[in-house]
């Protein structure tokens, strides 16, 4: 039983590690379970004759690549579009052989992203993208309307739509709130693998594991919104555990915590020093009862901006309970030192 354990361990090693070490995935595995590389060659083999992986190069240059199992791609008019019958119809069947929870998943995600497109876009056509291997799928949605930071960024009329990136990051922000909670692009970030939005000049990406999540302007605008979502063909996470990480005693799951990247607040260079910085960063954060902040790639902070978050909001705010992470040791004095005014009057 052990052996046949630890020959299921090393086959998903292998599938989960292929895609970054294409070239010496036979060493890796060899150093990570301390077997010899003919072992791991067998293992190959077998991957080769079930037609998941394909070789290419001889043996002292071999390079592996996970095969392709699953791939379509369509398009379909946004008018009169319903997103569950567009997963029931076209998408599901493609992703029957996954496990319960994974299609869970990617039905939540899926449907989400394509509402979005329906409601928001204010384009004609969607465009359909599903790839998958043994170890990953991927998804893409892809539609012609007017871009979704650009959107965020006009009607909510904030300053450019890297700021859009920042408030869609908080959570709970939609621009039709009679019929949106603005959860949705929230959630999906957070139970996938991997999360991108290119839209206009912006490319926004959240991963998992990753401290951060991170901003690219591109080189040249994109009309549209192209989403792009990647999930483990063997995620443990289900969607109860990943929405529970944003309740707190909530029995209905409501939506009380988030999670803001607080560089997400920094304009290129720039350094987060200012009031203004720190108000646009704080906007919308009283809709919560826990704001974590997070401070990775942020090496210091200004007084100015330490004070209006930790000292005055915090005052203003006494229902919503900030805990910032990842901090570096000037910005943990910056803040130490603003919440030790906090009973005070000076500014």
Same mark, same amino acid.
């Given at each position: 039983?052990?052996?046949?354990?630890?020959?299921?361990? !090393?086959?998903?090693?292998?599938?989960?590690?292929?895609?970054?070490?294409?070239?010496? !995935?036979?060493?890796?595995?060899?150093?990570?379970?301390?077997?010899?590389?003919?072992?791991?060659?067998?293992? @190959?083999?077998?991957?080769?004759?079930?037609?998941?992986?394909?070789? #290419?190069?001889?043996?002292? /240059?071999?390079?592996?690549?996970?095969?392709?199992?699953?791939?379509? &791609?369509?398009?379909? =008019?946004?008018?009169?579009?319903?997103?569950?019958?567009?997963? $029931?119809? +076209?998408?599901?069947? !493609?992703?029957?052989?996954? =496990?319960?929870?994974?299609?869970?998943?990617? &039905?939540?995600?899926?449907?989400? @992203?394509?509402?979005?497109?329906?409601?928001?876009?204010?384009?004609? #056509?969607?465009?359909?993208?599903?790839?998958?291997?043994?170890?990953?799928?991927?998804?893409?949605? *892809?539609?012609?309307?007017?871009?979704?930071?650009?959107?965020?960024?006009?009607?909510?009329?904030?300053?450019?739509?890297?700021?859009?990136?920042?408030?869609?990051?908080?959570?709970?922000?939609?621009?039709?709130?009679? $019929?949106?909670?603005?959860?949705?692009?929230?959630?999906?970030?957070?139970?996938? *693998?991997?999360?991108? !939005?290119?839209?206009?000049?912006?490319?926004? /990406?959240?991963?998992?594991?990753?401290?951060?999540?991170?901003?690219?302007?591109?080189?040249? =605008?994109?009309?549209?919104?192209?989403?792009?979502?990647?999930?483990?063909? $063997?995620?443990?996470?289900?969607?109860?555990?990943?929405?529970?990480?944003?309740?707190?005693?909530?029995?209905?799951?409501?939506?009380?915590?988030?999670?803001?990247?607080?560089?997400?607040?920094?304009?290129?260079?720039?350094?987060?020093?200012? +009031?203004?910085?720190? $108000?646009?960063?704080?906007?919308?954060?009283?809709?919560?009862?826990?704001?974590?902040?997070?401070?990775?790639?942020? %090496?210091?902070?200004?007084?100015?901006?330490?004070? &209006?978050?930790?000292?005055?909001?915090?005052?203003?705010? =006494?229902?919503?309970?900030?805990?910032?992470?990842?901090?570096?040791?000037?910005? %943990?004095? @910056?803040?130490? +030192?603003?919440? /030790?005014?906090?009973? #005070?009057?000076?500014?």
């Amino acid at each position: 039983m052990a052996r046949r354990r630890k020959g299921k361990d !090393i086959r998903e090693f292998i599938l989960r590690e292929l895609a970054d070490h294409p070239r010496d !995935i036979v060493r890796v595995t060899a150093d990570h379970f301390r077997i010899t590389r003919q072992a791991v060659s067998r293992y @190959m083999k077998e991957f080769i004759s079930e037609k998941l992986v394909t070789a #290419t190069g001889n043996t002292s /240059s071999r390079t592996y690549e996970l095969h392709t199992l699953y791939q379509e &791609q369509f398009e379909v =008019p946004l008018k009169g579009l319903e997103e569950d019958v567009l997963w $029931r119809e +076209r998408v599901q069947p !493609i992703l029957s052989g996954l =496990p319960k929870n994974v299609q869970d998943i990617w &039905q939540y995600c899926f449907t989400e @992203m394509v509402n979005n497109a329906v409601d928001h876009s204010d384009g004609d #056509t969607l465009g359909i993208s599903v790839r998958g291997n043994a170890s990953t799928t991927e998804i893409h949605v *892809d539609d012609n309307g007017i871009g979704i930071f650009r959107k965020i960024k006009d009607e909510c009329g904030l300053l450019d739509e890297h700021h859009a990136v920042l408030e869609l990051a908080k959570g709970k922000l939609t621009t039709d709130p009679s $019929r949106h909670t603005g959860e949705g692009i929230f959630f999906t970030s957070r139970l996938l *693998d991997e999360f991108g !939005i290119l839209s206009g000049e912006v490319f926004f /990406s959240h991963a998992l594991g990753e401290e951060e999540d991170w901003i690219l302007s591109t080189n040249k =605008p994109e009309n549209g919104t192209l989403v792009l979502m990647f999930l483990s063909n $063997r995620s443990n996470d289900s969607i109860i555990e990943v929405f529970s990480k944003f309740t707190e005693d909530s029995e209905d799951y409501g939506f009380n915590k988030t999670v803001v990247p607080v560089r997400l607040a920094r304009h290129g260079a720039e350094q987060l020093v200012s +009031r203004s910085q720190a $108000r646009r960063l704080l906007a919308r954060l009283d809709n919560f009862n826990i704001v974590v902040l997070d401070f990775a790639a942020v %090496e210091t902070i200004g007084q100015a901006f330490a004070d &209006q978050i930790f000292r005055i909001f915090d005052r203003e705010h =006494p229902n919503v309970s900030l805990i910032p992470i990842h901090m570096s040791r000037a910005v %943990e004095n @910056m803040i130490l +030192r603003a919440r /030790s005014r906090r009973h #005070t009057g000076s500014e």
